[in-house]
């Protein structure tokens, strides 16, 4: 894997959840930092069942914790750094429980009243001893009109802390941060791939790193070859987790062994950026970067305050003007936090023609995805979305391009029993690789990789027809050998009898 850094990120903010003082940056962000929540005027010494709240680590977000009873906390969600609007994502730890502590964790602040809580969405929650996130019972959480916090919406969700000396943690949705996200990437570069480039196109407010992938045969980026280029980008929104984990799986897919991603990477040149927002990301925020500003309503026009943004445009502006690279697709993925099932947006075009085009994928992907609705895919040109990457890069790039975006629910979709089958990490994943998969009946590669999977079953055939040729020689050397050695020891048994008989008869 080729790594091309134009980068300096000496000064990057880095791995916020392993730094010794964890980053002054959470400090200035008004979280709660291992905060023991105590009846009113209690002044004595904490005790075991005092629990103890925090959120002063990468993506986390808890503003203020209200004690109501010793089971019973209200939680307020921090807005967005530098937009008070948006109050959604939260990820917070608790401790200091006694065993088998019970708790009922409200959260009253939520500035969507819209939400997926309605439709049995839970919590997830991981512990010290269990280290993997899992979804709460959809029985445990609780999404109404309060008459205690003014007829706000609120959540609630109860717990049993069952372990002594256990830290517990709880998030809105399976986190994904940005370091996960280098870690994942250095894993990759450390294979030294040669159909996987990795560059740093530009540092973020924080500098942190904005990475895009390029997934293609050697061959496909010689200047003077025609390429198809794929441009896909996620995580635009921070609090939207789902979406990192769909463009993991499309990676996962495309630098693979299997023949179906071979074919693509010889047909087509995939262009990735799998976190357009960093800081976002890394200071929990929901919606926003860390100028306070939704990233995707600037595509118009990105500022000094939006660099990913501007990076990331510039780079399709320049595939786009070169005459031997065909832009074809750019797909935005994300997650969405009041409707089930994935499902795709696109654009209307006066275009019939193109219109109709632009249809053809989302029906693909519908067959090799069994969580993708078409009922729920719609196209549109809202004027409120004029900002998007969808929208802006649908009027402006070459008229062949289709442009998306993929939305993915943050907590399910509906099965064959017409029930919510809750997404894991796993399933996030599994709608990435169907997603990458779909390009192969787009540009009907079917027959390609068909042919590719008769010439390695064929290979794999001679290499064990090989094989067992080897182990039978082996075994007739083995066998001769054996011949050599018996003649050897009879040959010798009879000059030693000989003697010894000459030597009797003396």
Same mark, same amino acid.
């Given at each position: 894997?080729?790594?091309?850094?134009?980068?300096?990120?000496?000064?990057?903010?880095?791995?916020?959840?392993?730094?010794?003082?964890?980053?002054?940056?959470?400090?200035?962000?008004?979280?709660?930092?291992? &905060? +023991?929540?105590? $009846?009113?005027?209690? =002044?004595?010494?904490?005790?075991?069942?005092?629990?103890?709240? @925090?959120? #002063?680590? !990468?993506?986390?977000?808890?503003?203020?914790?209200?004690?109501?009873?010793?089971?019973?906390?209200?939680?307020?969600?921090?807005?967005?750094?530098?937009?008070?609007?948006?109050?959604?994502?939260?990820?917070?730890?608790?401790?200091?429980?006694?065993?088998?502590?019970?708790?009922?964790?409200?959260?009253?602040?939520?500035?969507?009243?819209?939400?997926?809580?309605?439709?049995?969405?839970?919590?997830?929650?991981?512990?010290?001893?269990?280290?993997?996130?899992?979804?709460?019972?959809?029985?445990?959480?609780? &999404? +109404?009109?309060? $008459?205690?916090?003014? =007829?706000?919406?609120?959540?609630?969700?109860?717990?049993?802390? @069952?372990? #002594?000396? !256990?830290?517990?943690?709880?998030?809105?949705?399976?986190?994904?941060?940005?370091?996960?996200?280098?870690?994942?990437?250095?894993?990759?570069?450390?294979?030294?791939?040669?159909?996987?480039?990795?560059?740093?196109?530009?540092?973020?407010?924080?500098?942190?790193?904005?990475?895009?992938?390029?997934?293609?045969?050697?061959?496909?980026?010689?200047?003077?070859?025609?390429?198809?280029?794929?441009?896909?980008?996620?995580?635009?929104?921070?609090?939207?987790?789902?979406?990192?984990?769909?463009?993991?799986?499309?990676?996962?897919?495309?630098?693979?062994?299997?023949?179906?991603?071979?074919?693509?990477?010889?047909?087509?040149?995939?262009?990735?950026?799998?976190?357009?927002?960093?800081?976002?990301?890394?200071?929990?925020?929901?919606?926003?970067?860390?100028?306070?500003?939704?990233?995707?309503?600037?595509?118009?026009?990105?500022?000094?305050?939006?660099?990913?943004?501007?990076?990331?445009?510039?780079?399709?502006?320049?595939?786009?003007?070169?005459?031997?690279?065909?832009?074809?697709?750019?797909?935005?993925?994300?997650?969405?936090?009041?409707?089930?099932?994935?499902?795709?947006?696109?654009?209307?075009?006066?275009?019939?023609?193109?219109?109709?085009?632009?249809?053809?994928?989302?029906?693909?992907?519908?067959?090799?995805?069994?969580?993708?609705?078409?009922?729920?895919?719609?196209?549109?040109?809202?004027?409120?979305?004029?900002?998007?990457?969808?929208?802006?890069?649908?009027?402006?790039?070459?008229?062949?391009?289709?442009?998306?975006?993929?939305?993915?629910?943050?907590?399910?979709?509906?099965?064959?029993?017409?029930?919510?089958?809750?997404?894991?990490?796993?399933?996030?994943?599994?709608?990435?690789?169907?997603?990458?998969?779909?390009?192969?009946?787009?540009?009907?590669?079917?027959?390609?990789?068909?042919?590719?999977?008769?010439?390695?079953?064929?290979?794999?055939?001679?290499?064990?027809?090989?094989?067992?040729?080897?182990?039978?020689?082996?075994?007739?050397?083995?066998?001769?050998?054996?011949?050599?050695?018996?003649?050897?020891?009879?040959?010798?048994?009879?000059?030693?009898?000989?003697?010894?008989?000459?030597?009797?008869?003396?």
């Amino acid at each position: 894997m080729a790594s091309t850094d134009s980068c300096d990120s000496s000064d990057s903010v880095g791995d916020q959840s392993t730094s010794n003082n964890r980053h002054d940056v959470h400090l200035r962000l008004g979280n709660v930092s291992n &905060y +023991y929540a105590t $009846p009113p005027n209690y =002044n004595a010494a904490i005790k075991k069942g005092h629990l103890k709240f @925090d959120a #002063e680590f !990468e993506c986390g977000n808890l503003l203020k914790v209200e004690y109501i009873s010793e089971f019973e906390y209200d939680l307020y969600v921090r807005p967005d750094i530098s937009n008070s609007r948006f109050r959604v994502w939260f990820y917070f730890t608790v401790s200091n429980n006694k065993a088998g502590q019970r708790a009922i964790f409200n959260i009253v602040n939520f500035s969507k009243t819209k939400s997926l809580y309605r439709d049995g969405m839970a919590p997830v929650i991981k512990s010290t001893t269990r280290p993997k996130w899992v979804r709460l019972s959809a029985k445990n959480a609780f &999404y +109404y009109r309060s $008459p205690d916090h003014d =007829n706000n919406y609120v959540m609630s969700f109860a717990v049993v802390l @069952d372990k #002594e000396n !256990e830290e517990y943690s709880f998030a809105y949705c399976y986190p994904y941060s940005y370091s996960k996200l280098q870690r994942y990437l250095d894993a990759i570069e450390a294979r030294s791939l040669r159909y996987v480039r990795r560059e740093c196109i530009a540092l973020t407010l924080q500098h942190r790193r904005l990475d895009m992938i390029t997934i293609t045969s050697p061959g496909n980026l010689q200047h003077d070859v025609e390429k198809k280029l794929i441009f896909i980008s996620a995580r635009v929104h921070p609090g939207e987790s789902p979406s990192s984990y769909v463009c993991q799986g499309i990676i996962d897919f495309l630098i693979s062994d299997s023949p179906a991603a071979k074919i693509l990477r010889d047909n087509l040149v995939f262009k990735i950026v799998p976190m357009l927002n960093p800081d976002g990301v890394s200071v929990g925020n929901y919606r926003c970067s860390l100028a306070g500003d939704d990233l995707n309503r600037h595509w118009h026009d990105p500022t000094r305050q939006h660099p990913t943004l501007s990076a990331t445009k510039d780079i399709l502006m320049e595939h786009d003007s070169d005459n031997t690279c065909n832009v074809e697709f750019y797909v935005d993925i994300h997650g969405h936090t009041s409707l089930v099932n994935a499902f795709i947006y696109g654009n209307i075009f006066d275009d019939s023609t193109r219109f109709e085009k632009q249809s053809i994928f989302p029906k693909l992907l519908s067959n090799n995805a069994d969580d993708f609705s078409m009922a729920k895919t719609c196209f549109n040109k809202d004027a409120v979305k004029a900002g998007t990457g969808r929208r802006f890069l649908g009027s402006y790039l070459n008229p062949n391009a289709l442009c998306y975006t993929l939305e993915v629910s943050c907590y399910g979709y509906q099965n064959v029993a017409n029930s919510i089958t809750p997404y894991t990490e796993e399933g996030f994943m599994r709608l990435g690789r169907s997603f990458a998969k779909t390009f192969v009946d787009y540009y009907e590669l079917n027959g390609c990789v068909s042919e590719l999977v008769a010439e390695r079953a064929a290979a794999a055939a001679i290499r064990r027809k090989n094989a067992r040729e080897r182990e039978g020689n082996k075994g007739k050397k083995q066998t001769g050998d054996r011949d050599i050695k018996e003649t050897r020891k009879t040959d010798s048994q009879a000059v030693l009898w000989n003697s010894s008989k000459q030597n009797y008869e003396g």
